[in-house]
């Protein structure tokens, strides 16, 4: 916890006030491409005129814009009569912006309202949206009143909504009923967005995401010999028939000798649940053995395996050098190590800071990592959100991470060849061929890629994938999985060997925010939810680190301090860059009487493109939750 520091002469922090007294500013128009999830009608602001109105800017590769499609169910059924929210999807990489990927996206994430596909981010900048998730809530007469970035918000937003409903109730300008919502015609085929896959005794086991469940198939990956998990969203233990999964992904197998103490075979990544999951093959007996089913936030992550929060594991895999099985975190971007004999989990690598750093694996940095594969003394993994492959090999004091392919979180493309050069975009998969060279789902290209560790090389084997997302060398052959076409494939038939495609770089294509050169003023504004104040019981209730890239592009003012307004200094010279910002604040309900208050740490990472311009602003604004009232 940290400690609030007001500065004067920019308002960072407000106590709460009445929507009454809130600054009026009137909502921007909706601008984009299509509408979805509503039958094929366009909707305007006006149309929703009487209703409330809660606008997730949102992208489908980012893990906390799929936390707050799962942390607003509640509050959309809790406020079902009032609420419209409406997803703005406004992409970050190239594929985000083909329209049919993002009609699977809803499909796959049972987005249940309506979607703007906002492709050239033209609402988002109306909104002067500055990261994702972002939340922005419209009352009933159609002013803006409220905007909070990231996730973890859910509590503010229950009280931001119950003063509103109150007040237009009175008013008389709240109109109750059904919202523009039309669900989509659904399909049924036997795999509905498959994550991940591996070998089993003679069979071939994959992760069917939709489908909440497990699928064992025969050798041919057609035959379906059973299905462990009911079918429905849940996290029950029991039988094949009675237990359930949220979205499960990655599968890991246990060593026979491991399996046999334990009495499970393999370890399940079961991601919405932020649980691991153990099955045993035996009878397709499912128990929960590490998490919790909350999500971590804050706090330890070392600990009885049953009694530590997860963060949305995306694979899994047994590496020996570990002594356990690695957990790919893409929830907070770090690699939790479980062991199943110990009944244990703790942090393996990383910071928690969205990022690409090699080096120690406590200080390194990853971004989502969504694919591991073990292969001898190197542990493989796909970082997707900066696009790269990366790897951890033991060393004299621990373990280090190493970078093979990929330079950083706002790079990406389809281009072969050297490493330093080549590029992947969003990889989700990985796995490690007969002859120790790399496959690699690159998703977002539709590709499947080849990295040759004597060569530093990468290159192509197959194109025209449907977002292939895991793999998996079974019986000598490459198994992998098509997530958006619903099946199996072997894209490599014998002989085929890779080819080099000459690609072109590619850069996320978001606005850059235009700031004068020399001083610069940063401003991280936070309101506490209401009925709520900071936090201030254990020390400092507030922190902010800055950093850039590149890092020469701050002569002054990087670094980690606890008040939310910081002083910048720009070097001269420097035209373009990227300010990472990471903000957060604790705090707690208000209420003396209340023996023990709901509390919450609220954080958010920003990334912001900048652009030195004569006349660019000089005071930047993030707003973590509230509304900017600065001058």
Same mark, same amino acid.
């Given at each position: 916890m940290w400690t609030w520091e007001q500065r004067i002469g920019a308002v960072l922090f407000t106590p709460h006030v009445s929507t009454a007294s809130r600054t009026?500013?009137?909502?921007?128009?909706?601008?984009?491409?299509?509408?979805?999830?509503?039958?094929?009608?366009?909707?305007?602001?006006?149309?929703?005129?009487?209703?409330?109105?809660?606008?997730?800017?949102?992208?489908?590769?980012?893990?906390?814009c799929l936390h707050v499609i799962d942390e607003l169910r509640p509050l959309e059924e809790e406020f079902a009569a009032e609420l419209v929210t409406v997803g703005v999807h406004s992409p970050k990489f190239e594929h985000e912006a083909d329209p049919d990927a993002l009609i699977a996206a809803v499909e796959r994430y049972s987005v249940h309202h309506p979607v703007l596909?906002?492709?050239?981010?033209?609402?988002?900048?109306?909104? %002067?949206?500055? #990261?994702? *998730?972002?939340?922005?809530? @419209?009352? +009933?007469?159609g002013y803006l009143v409220h905007v909070a970035a990231g996730e973890g918000h859910v509590e503010a937003l229950r009280g931001v909504l119950r003063e509103l409903v109150a007040e237009h109730d009175a008013?008389?300008?709240?109109?109750?009923?059904?919202?523009?919502?039309?669900?989509?015609?659904?399909?049924?085929?036997?795999?509905?967005?498959?994550?991940?896959?591996?070998?089993?005794?003679?069979?071939?086991?994959?992760?069917?995401?939709a489908n909440h469940s497990l699928v064992e198939f025969a050798q041919?990956?057609?035959?379906?010999?059973?299905?462990?998990?009911?079918?429905?969203?849940?996290?029950?233990?029991?039988?094949?028939?009675? %237990?359930?999964? #949220?979205? *499960?992904?990655?599968?890991? @197998?246990? +060593?026979?000798?491991?399996?046999?103490d334990v009495g499970y075979d393999l370890v399940v990544a079961d991601t919405v649940n932020h649980l691991l999951r153990g099955v045993r093959l035996a009878d397709g007996e499912v128990t929960t053995v590490a998490g919790t089913g909350a999500q971590w936030r804050d706090g330890t992550d070392d600990g009885p395996a049953l009694e530590t929060p997860l963060t949305s594991p995306w694979d899994v895999a047994w590496w020996e050098p570990a002594g356990g099985v690695v957990v790919a975190?893409?929830?907070?971007?770090?690699?939790?190590?479980?062991?199943?004999?110990?009944?244990?989990?703790?942090?393996?690598?990383?910071?928690?800071?969205?990022?690409?750093?090699?080096?120690? #694996?406590a200080e390194a940095f990853f971004a989502q990592p969504s694919g591991l594969a073990a292969g001898g003394d190197r542990l493989w993994l796909a970082d997707s959100e900066t696009s790269a492959l990366r790897w951890v090999e033991p060393t004299e004091g621990g373990f280090a991470v190493r970078t093979a392919v990929g330079a950083g979180l706002f790079d990406f493309g389809h281009a072969d060849g050297p490493a330093e050069r080549a590029l992947l975009q969003h990889p989700l998969g990985v796995a490690v061929l007969p002859d120790g060279s790399i496959a690699v789902c690159d998703t977002y290209n539709g590709a499947l890629r080849r990295y040759d560790p004597a060569s530093n090389e990468l290159a192509t084997l197959a194109t025209r994938l449907a977002e292939p997302s895991g793999a998996a060398v079974i019986d000598g052959e490459l198994v992998v999985v098509s997530s958006a076409a619903h099946r199996l494939e072997r894209p490599v038939p014998p002989g085929v060997s890779a080819k080099l495609i000459e690609g072109a770089s590619q850069q996320v294509t978001r606005p850059a925010t235009e700031i004068g050169g020399g001083?610069?003023?940063?401003?991280?504004?936070?309101?506490?939810?209401?009925?709520?104040?900071?936090?201030?019981?254990?020390?400092?209730?507030?922190?902010?680190?800055?950093?850039?890239?590149?890092?020469?592009?701050?002569?002054?003012?990087?670094?980690?301090?606890?008040?939310?307004?910081?002083?910048?200094?720009?070097?001269?010279g420097i035209e373009h860059g990227v300010l990472h910002v990471v903000a957060q604040a604790a705090s707690c309900t208000d209420d003396p009487a209340v023996e023990h208050p709901t509390c919450n740490l609220t954080r958010q990472d920003w990334g912001v493109p900048v652009r030195i311009a004569p006349g660019g602003a000089h005071r930047l604004p993030l707003v973590m939750g509230g509304m900017d009232t600065g001058a």
């Open positions: 009026r500013v009137r909502a921007p128009e909706f601008t984009g491409r299509q509408w979805l999830n509503t039958g094929g009608k366009e909707i305007q602001l006006a149309d929703l005129r009487g209703k409330i109105v809660l606008l997730d800017f949102w992208t489908f590769c980012c893990i906390n596909d906002d492709p050239e981010l033209s609402t988002w900048q109306n909104y %002067a949206v500055k #990261a994702w *998730p972002t939340l922005a809530v @419209v009352d +009933p007469e008013k008389g300008t709240l109109h109750r009923g059904g919202g523009p919502y039309v669900p989509p015609e659904p399909e049924s085929t036997t795999l509905r967005f498959p994550a991940k896959v591996a070998a089993g005794p003679g069979t071939i086991l994959v992760s069917d995401s041919d990956g057609e035959t379906v010999l059973r299905r462990i998990g009911g079918g429905a969203r849940g996290s029950a233990d029991g039988g094949p028939d009675e %237990a359930s999964f #949220a979205e *499960p992904a990655g599968i890991a @197998v246990l +060593p026979d000798e491991v399996a046999a975190m893409a929830g907070n971007h770090t690699l939790g190590l479980f062991d199943p004999r110990g009944e244990r989990v703790r942090r393996f690598a990383g910071t928690t800071v969205e990022g690409l750093r090699d080096g120690d #694996a001083e610069l003023e940063l401003a991280v504004v936070f309101t506490p939810p209401p009925g709520g104040k900071l936090d201030d019981r254990y020390g400092p209730s507030t922190r902010l680190e800055v950093t850039a890239s590149p890092p020469e592009l701050l002569v002054e003012g990087a670094g980690t301090g606890t008040d939310l307004s910081r002083r910048l200094v720009l070097a001269d």
